[in-house]
């Protein structure tokens, strides 16, 4: 890295303490899941929170929002929403000074750099399907015309694990574009006293704003640039593979409880997230720690267990798990 890269690291730490204050000031806790949403951020990645309803995901990510100084869409999924409730629309519109008639592009919520898909498994395929869209290519087209979005671009959609009835849950390939599932629990006693005290006060917090969309775009650049050891890259590799039945796994437990494992999506995310873990932390470059770290919310949708696996008992996080165990003893 150069010196203007490392100076750019130090000076991301220092913003990274000063935004976790910040969001600390309206949301209490969830320390892992503001980290986990920031690397994402960084890494030009989107996220998939699941949890419960009440545990404030909304507000988490419109006061993260507030304190990057970025514009913020909330689109509340529904069975009757349509692909252009999210791209947007053309309206037929008269020129009085011309008195003709012509079209105009309305854009839709999909245009802000952080957008809150909140239920997104109670809307039909096809509407999950024009997001997703926009996601991939960070582009819409309507009418013809192709309008490119503005950068940074950050999806994050939310699913409620409790009610699944008259939903539709995301295809494993659709799900696979988001590089984080983030795991969103219940606050401990002590935050759930905090939580009440601060919300039936009369105080109102006030964010201050820590960056804006052109620095996050910039170190969005810095974390492509920070370099990665090979045997990090090939940890990232091993561990991502070894959730692969197909690839003869040496691990017993692997073929009896996995139908499929991760793709070569997931090691991309595994060395991104690594390195944007260790910048925000102030080194210049990952560990397997840091792969290790980011593990859990990378693959914890990317694995489809058997039928095996359900009637042992077995979740993907218990795989997980026990791969890292077994991996890590490998390695070592």
Request: with cysteine; net charge negative.
């Amino acid at each position: 890295m150069s010196e203007k890269d490392l100076q750019s690291v130090e000076s991301l730490q220092s913003a990274y303490q000063t935004l976790r204050s910040e969001v600390g000031k309206v949301i209490v806790g969830q320390s892992e899941v503001v980290e986990q949403l920031l690397i994402a951020l960084l890494s030009n990645g989107h996220c998939l929170l699941v949890g419960v309803p009440g545990l404030a995901k909304t507000l988490l990510i419109s006061t993260l929002a507030r304190a990057l100084n970025l514009k913020f869409s909330r689109i509340q999924f529904t069975p009757d929403l349509m692909p252009s409730d999210i791209t947007g629309t053309d309206i037929l519109e008269e020129d009085h000074t011309t008195g003709k008639r012509i079209f105009r592009f309305v854009k839709g919520p999909v245009f802000a750099n952080i957008v809150l898909a909140d239920e997104i498994n109670r809307t039909p395929p096809k509407t999950q399907a024009a997001l997703l869209q926009a996601m991939q290519e960070h582009e819409v087209t309507a009418g013809g015309e192709t309008f490119t979005l503005e950068e940074p671009f950050f999806v994050l959609a939310t699913q409620n694990p409790i009610e699944q009835e008259g939903t539709y849950p995301l295809p494993e390939a659709q799900l696979d574009r988001f590089m984080f599932n983030v795991f969103v629990g219940y606050p401990s006693e002590v935050e759930e006293n905090t939580i009440v005290k601060m919300t039936t006060s009369a105080a109102i917090s006030d964010v201050s704003r820590i960056m804006d969309a052109e620095s996050i775009h910039a170190l969005q650049q810095l974390v492509r640039r920070v370099p990665v050891s090979d045997h990090v890259i090939a940890y990232a590799v091993n561990l991502v593979r070894s959730t692969r039945p197909a690839e003869n796994s040496p691990l017993p437990y692997v073929r009896d409880w996995v139908s499929w494992g991760a793709g070569p999506r997931a090691s991309q995310f595994l060395v991104l997230g690594a390195k944007c873990r260790a910048i925000l932390e102030g080194r210049p470059t990952p560990s397997v720690e840091d792969v290790r770290a980011v593990a859990r919310p990378v693959l914890r949708h990317r694995i489809v267990t058997s039928f095996n696996a359900e009637a042992d008992g077995v979740n993907t996080m218990d795989i997980i798990e026990r791969l890292l165990n077994d991996i890590k003893a490998n390695e070592d």
